[in-house]
C-alpha cells in the first residue's frame, strides 16, 4: 500500500482567508511564495508518512465531536521560525488553553511526542520566502501588527503532496469541531 505524507490542521476560516489575502496585496512587493486561501491552516501534527488514512479519519471523528470551536487572535505577522534564517511568513499569536489541550492531545495520540516538549505555538503560516529574499532587511525588519481573529471549527487531516513549486494539499478528511454536552 502507497504511504501518503499527511498532517493534521484546523482550517482558517473566511475571515482570517480574507485578512491574510488583504496582507498579500498590501504587500505585494515581498518575493515570496504565498500560500493558497484554501491552504491556509493552523499545524496541530506535522507530517508524518501513513499508509491508509482510514483509521486516523475515524480518531479525528471522534475528536471533533467532543471539541469545541476555538477562538483565536493572531497578533504580528513576521519571518520566521528561526529569525535569523527565516524560511515563511507567518501570523502568530497567544494559543488559547483549548488550543493547547486539543494540539496535546492530536500530537500524544498521532505525533512523535516531539511537539508536546516543545509546546505549541499557534501559527499561520502566509507565506514560503526563497534563501535570497529571506536574506533582505525587508524580511529581517517585518514584525508587523495585525488583529486577525478567526474561529477555528474543522478538523482536517490533510495529504501534503511534494511537487517542485510547492506542495499541494488535499483534504482526506474534515469534520465539524462540536462539543458534545452530556446530561
Known amino acids: 500500500m502507497e504511504r501518503k505524507r ?17 496582507f498579500r496585496h498590501s504587500h505585494g512587493g515581498l518575493k ?24 486516523v479519519c475515524m480518531a479525528l471523528e471522534v475528536i471533533a465531536s467532543s471539541t469545541a470551536p476555538v477562538p ?31 494540539a496535546s492531545q492530536l500530537s500524544g495520540t498521532f505525533g512523535d511526542g516531539k511537539e508536546a516538549q516543545r509546546g505549541f505555538l499557534l501559527h499561520l503560516t502566509i507565506a514560503r520566502l526563497n534563501r535570497q529574499e529571506a536574506r533582505s ?7 508587523e501588527p495585525v488583529g486577525w481573529d478567526a474561529l477555528l471549527d474543522k478538523l482536517c487531516l490533510y495529504e501534503s503532496i511534494l511537487k517542485p513549486e510547492g506542495a499541494v494539499y488535499r483534504e482526506l478528511c474534515r469534520f465539524p469541531l462540536r462539543e458534545s454536552f452530556k446530561k
Open 32 to 55: 515570496a511564495r504565498w500560500i493558497r486561501p484554501e491552504y491556509l491552516h493552523v499545524t496541530m501534527v506535522p507530517p508524518w508518512e501513513l499508509p491508509d488514512p482510514e483509521p
Open 137 to 143: 532587511s525587508t524580511i529581517m525588519k517585518l514584525h
Open 6 to 22: 499527511v498532517f493534521i490542521g484546523l482550517p482558517a476560516d473566511d475571515a482570517l482567508r480574507a485578512a491574510a489575502a488583504a
Open 72 to 102: 483565536v487572535r493572531f497578533d504580528e505577522v513576521s519571518a520566521g521560525p528561526d529569525p535569523r534564517r527565516p524560511r515563511l511568513l507567518w501570523a502568530t499569536g497567544a494559543a488559547p488553553d483549548s488550543l493547547c489541550t486539543l
